[in-house]
């Protein structure tokens, strides 16, 4: 297995370092990539507005999330005491993967210094060096130094170019950061994190964020591939809003945050459910498919200021209740509904949807109470309670209109 290891501060992981990470290992047919933050790194002082170490890693872990398969964060060097030697790391990978080769990754900077690294020849030992940069320029010195490093270290030297490689100046961006600007630099995602945490200077009202900047927040809280259905959940959310006379920024916010918490171990949403008083059942603590939905609500209202309508509609929105509103009718068939999912069954909601939303509901409330029967799983009294509601207002329609 080929193994690439691409370390730095990552004081905030930037567009320049997923570009280099991803195109680097598509060049060099890497099987997995180490992204490693340094702890205290040899060669500079961290500026007194770094984050955490352990903040850097989260930030790196949602780095290594959004690249994909094959992208792994490492804590290798923050586990460890002392200044970040890379030589002492690359040993410490080579017992750890003793049949893999191993390749550490490094711009232009890094590349043409490396001889004055601490203990260059253990560097050269454990691992290839693949060294990336631009076309232009970059071509003389990096053969130059190729040539050198061998004579020297016997390194075994291979050079990448990446004609589209995003520079970015980590200090220049923490500067734009404090002045409110810097976000196009930055996965989504890693951009929420600083709002979240108030990185760098920043200083966001999180109780009062524009839509943009929710979603951003919302990104950072789960995995990537979830975010195609908070997308796809919002985007119809506004659709049901506009249609039915419900407020769309209302439906937006509940869309954004429904699934906040999805992720987070399951002791923690109960610890969030009991500091903010919301007594959870037990098919709901058994069930995080459900119980996410509950400490989601809290999360909203506690965090993030959300109204007392957009939490009830992220709270109901896995089980549905009797005498539902329309905001939480909205936000529980968007979540079926929405365009990422495949099903059959969610192409015929939204055909019912599209017709009439209470429908819809009563479709969807159906569906998901016979799926759990068919799964032999409990099927929550709420929800039945919910079906139960949805038939007798839907047949006092027909009644009205017979």
Not at 184 to 191: G, Q
Request: net charge negative.
């Amino acid at each position: 297995m080929k193994i690439g290891i691409y370390g730095g501060t990552f004081n905030p992981p930037h567009l320049g370092h997923m570009a280099a990470a991803r195109d680097v290992a598509q060049a060099l047919k890497l099987d997995k990539v180490l992204l490693v933050p340094d702890n205290t790194p040899p060669h500079k002082e961290m500026p007194e507005d770094s984050a955490t170490p352990q903040q850097r890693l989260e930030m790196v872990e949602l780095m290594a999330n959004r690249l994909g398969k094959g992208f792994e964060a490492s804590d290798i060097e923050l586990t460890r005491q002392g200044k970040s030697y890379t030589a002492d790391t690359l040993e410490a990978l080579a017992r750890r993967y003793p049949k893999d080769e191993l390749y550490l990754l490094m711009g232009t900077d890094m590349f043409l210094t490396l001889d004055t690294w601490y203990q260059p020849q253990r560097i050269c030992k454990y691992a290839h060096i693949a060294a990336f940069g631009r076309q232009a320029g970059d071509t003389e010195s990096f053969h130059w130094q190729k040539k050198k490093l061998k004579k020297q270290f016997d390194a075994r030297v291979k050079i990448i170019t990446l004609e589209d490689l995003v520079e970015v100046s980590s200090s220049q961006l923490r500067e734009q950061l404090a002045k409110g600007q810097g976000r196009a630099l930055l996965d989504e995602s890693i951009y929420g994190y600083i709002l979240m945490h108030r990185l760098y200077g920043t200083d966001a009202d999180l109780r009062a964020l524009s839509l943009e900047d929710l979603r951003a927040c919302s990104y950072s809280m789960v995995r990537a591939k979830r975010i195609p259905h908070i997308k796809g959940t919002e985007q119809e959310a506004a659709l049901l809003a506009r249609k039915n006379g419900a407020d769309e920024e209302k439906a937006r916010k509940a869309a954004i945050l429904h699934d906040c918490t999805k992720y987070f171990p399951a002791e923690k949403q109960l610890s969030i459910c009991e500091k903010c008083g919301i007594l959870i059942d037990q098919i709901a603590r058994e069930n995080t498919g459900l119980l996410h939905a509950k400490s989601g609500a809290a999360i909203a209202r506690q965090v993030f200021g959300m109204p007392e309508d957009v939490c009830s509609a992220i709270f109901w929105h896995t089980t549905g209740h009797a005498g539902m509103t329309l905001l939480e009718k909205i936000i529980y068939i968007a979540d079926y509904a929405e365009p990422s999912r495949p099903y059959d069954w969610c192409a015929q909601l939204r055909a019912i949807v599209e017709e009439d939303l209470d429908a819809g509901v009563l479709y969807g409330l159906n569906y998901s109470i016979r799926r759990n029967q068919e799964a032999n799983k409990p099927v929550h009294l709420d929800g039945i309670a919910a079906r139960d509601w949805m038939e007798a207002e839907l047949n006092g329609k027909g009644e009205e209109h017979g």
